[in-house]
């Protein structure tokens, strides 16, 4: 699978996530916000950024990117996301786990190992 393919499959999981837990998704118009789409329950609004976790290295471990990429054929770039740009981030792992964690409990803003200790509590079904 190419990278927007891993994505795609990853958003899957996130909205079937959600729908079963008692959700409401709306899809926004466009690829031009910082979150894959809104959820909304009992009046409360998050906004959701969606991230595949790859294995990768030595130990197989998952790691995620957590940054803004684009480009054509003549350049490339990459960000990283502020600390207002979405409510949580879920994230599908190649090894069929998922995980939806606060973004103001993410430390970090490059690359996410998401199989450490401290993101175990955030795993979900």
Known sequence: MNTKE???VA???AIAHYL???YEGCLPIGDKRHYDFLIERAGT???VQVKYAGVY???KKCVVGLRITGGNQSYSYARKYSDEAFDELFVYTEKA???VIPWKEVDCRN????EAGKYRQYMVE
């Open 6 to 8: 891993r994505g795609d």
């Open 97 to 99: 786990k998922k995980f």
């Open 111 to 114: 690359e996410l190992a998401i």
């Open 45 to 47: 609004i998050k906004r």
């Open 57 to 59: 290295g030595k130990h």
């Open 20 to 22: 079963e837990n008692g």
């Open 11 to 13: 958003v899957g999981h």
